[in-house]
Each structure stands twice: as C-alpha cells, then as structure tokens.
C-alpha cells in the first residue's frame, strides 16, 4: 500500500518546511566561506551560551602561588592576584528574507514556491557572510558602528582597552593584557608587557623584501609564544603579506595544509603553522591567532534563529530615528506592505582570554 504524504498547500507551509530544512546548515555554510570564521569555528571557538547581561571571559594574568614542602611542614595559604574577567556586550545582527506579493502571485507552484525560498536563504546566507566576515576584520567601509561585534585587531593590540580592560603599568597583573604589536611603517611596537619591540638582525626598511617578512613573522610568533606548545596555531593576513610570503619561498618548500586547501583556502606553512590569506583582511596587516584564547560567542536562543514569517499586507515599522540617543524613539508609521518578511538574528560577540598569546602587525608595505 502506497503511503500518504502531506504536501504543504500554502505560502505559510512551504516557507516553514523549506526553512526547517536549511536551518542545520546555514551557519555552518556562513562560517565555511571566509578562513578567518572557518578557522574560529572548526578549532572549537565559536561557543554557545544560554544567557548572561554579558559575555563574561575569565582571564589569568598572572602567576598562582606553588611550593615544594617537607614532612609536616605548613603550607601557606595566601591570597592569589591574577585571575580576573574580561566583559563583552552582547552585539546583535540580522539579515531579511522578503517575499512580495508579486513574487508569490509569480511562483504559485508547490516548485517554484520551493525555488524561491531557496533563492532568499542563498541571498540572506551569502549577505550574512559578507557582513560578518568584514565585522570580525574591522573593513565594514568607513567606521564601525558601536553595534558592529568587536574585530579581532581591536582585541589584538598593546595599548587600547578589550573587554572593558585597559593595559596597565607595571607591576599590576593587568599589565600582561596586552598582545605584541608591531607597526611595519615606523618599525616600532610594543610586547606583551609593555617593552619596545626589537626586530634581530639588520635594521628593518620598508617595504619588506622577502627575507624581512620571514624576519618579522619569525620574531612575532616567538613573542607570543611560551617555547612550547603555547603558539600561533594559525596566521591569516592580507594579500600584499601572503603574495610577499610566497616570492620568498623557493617551490621545494611552498607546503600548504591540505585541509584547508580542501575547503579553497590558499594557505602556505609557516614553521608548521598554515598561513593563510583572507580577502577581508587590510593587505598590510598579519594576524597570529591562538585558538584557545580568541574566540566568537553566540547566544544559543539567536544562533541564526529564523523568525516566522509575517502576513502579507503586515504592518511596517517604518519610523524616523530620534536624534538623542537616548530619547524614546519616534513612532512608526502605520503603514503596511505588500510582502512576507522573516528575520535571521544572532545575538554573539568576538572575545579573547589571553591577549599576549596572539599577535598583530599592521601598515606593512612590499618590494
């Protein structure tokens, strides 16, 4: 006996069926198309939470306390400094999925009902992308909008505040919450404690020929490193860095990671660590980022969430902004509009826990 099967017969059916389709893998296709989200994602640093006023990081700044001891000898115990946390805001971000009236009198086949909502997820997904990847590098266009989620050079830097913590003076803990830095322009930066960065070998000209990029890279990686395993698992840079990396290598040693090639990330290998180059990225800036201290957060109830999808003929919120921020907004118009509308939202922030073990160069220029 042939079994029944339902066949969603409204616009309301195929929009929520299709939807719950694509829901699994939208944000795994927003993350897989740019290296910089793939690398948070796949080295398990883009993390859900259930909630909080905040995104809270704990961070450890400095040592705790250890001893040997003797037979019945005392232990002390005193108190530690050097844990503390680092706060982030919630940021939030969404795309639109719009269907008007027209479209839906133009596709009034189970079929192409099916086709267009294919088409908006694909709009809405490539869109989210775009934004997303721009927001992570700081390269919006123009300046970033308090809203924007924090970019990772903010969150990589020596002297600016991350996480509503500011480096400080020596001897406070806080004075290791910094990342080495390093301007290529002036040939100048700051470490991880606030000393002034000394590239070895002859002094440093820009624009860099190959062997100064090996040389600065070099000298970063070691700065955020501890000697052992606590290094740079990966570098993403801009194409004037990548391009420049690459006439310095001769053709026996241009190793790349296969895995990431696999995905169509062109990437080169840097003392065994994949740099890779990221279309969003400034072309004078290299980042080393450690995957176990930076991160992206993301709200398990708004993780590229769909809303359902208005009535057509729904009532816009169409209004004009007030010009104090901090004044009730103005009231929208009562208008309505000739189309369905659905929400793709996600509540999340880009945190760090350990600044030092990351590092950045900027404003570099190539022979």
Not at 152 to 177: F, H, K, M, R, V
Request: proline residues 6%; hydrophobic residues 40%.
């Amino acid at each position: 006996m042939a079994l029944a099967s339902h066949v969603p017969a409204t616009w309301d059916q195929i929009l929520s069926t299709t939807m719950h389709n694509y829901r699994k893998s939208l944000r795994d296709n927003i993350f897989n198309s740019r290296p910089l989200l793939e690398f948070l994602m796949s080295n398990g640093r883009l993390r859900t939470v259930s909630g909080g006023v905040s995104i809270v990081e704990p961070l450890l700044l400095g040592p705790g306390e250890a001893n040997s001891y003797g037979p019945w000898q005392q232990i002390q115990v005193n108190a530690v400094a050097g844990i503390s946390a680092a706060q982030f805001f919630w940021r939030q971000l969404y795309a639109t999925m719009i269907i008007s009236g027209l479209e839906e009198a133009q596709n009034n086949s189970k079929e192409q009902m099916i086709d267009l909502v294919e088409a908006k997820v694909m709009q809405a997904r490539n869109t989210l992308k775009n934004i997303l990847s721009a927001m992570v590098w700081g390269t919006r266009g123009g300046a970033a909008l308090a809203t924007d989620f924090t970019d990772l050079p903010t969150l990589i830097d020596a002297t600016g505040a991350a996480g509503g913590i500011t480096p400080a003076a020596a001897p406070a803990p806080e004075n290791q919450w910094r990342s080495p830095t390093f301007n290529a322009t002036t040939q100048a930066g700051t470490d991880a404690v606030g000393a002034a960065i000394t590239v070895p070998g002859p002094a440093l000209t820009a624009p860099y020929d190959g062997s100064e990029v090996e040389r600065v890279l070099r000298h970063m990686y070691y700065l955020s490193s501890d000697g052992g395993s606590e290094h740079v698992g990966a570098i993403f840079t801009g194409l004037g860095w990548f391009s420049a990396y690459e006439a310095s290598l001769t053709p026996q040693v241009r190793y790349t990671d296969t895995t990431k090639a696999n995905l169509g990330f062109q990437n080169l290998m840097f003392k065994n660590v994949p740099l890779t180059w990221d279309p969003d990225a400034p072309t004078g800036t290299a980042l080393g980022l450690n995957a176990e201290t930076i991160g992206m957060t993301i709200h398990s109830d708004r993780n590229f969430a769909q809303s359902p999808f208005t009535s057509n003929l729904s009532g816009s919120t169409a209004s004009t902004p007030n010009a104090n921020p901090g004044a009730t907004p103005a009231a929208p118009a009562a208008n309505a509009i000739d189309a369905r509308v659905s929400f793709i939202t996600t509540y999340g922030n880009c945190t760090v826990r350990e600044r030092r073990r990351n590092f950045k160069i900027t404003l570099a220029t190539f022979s």
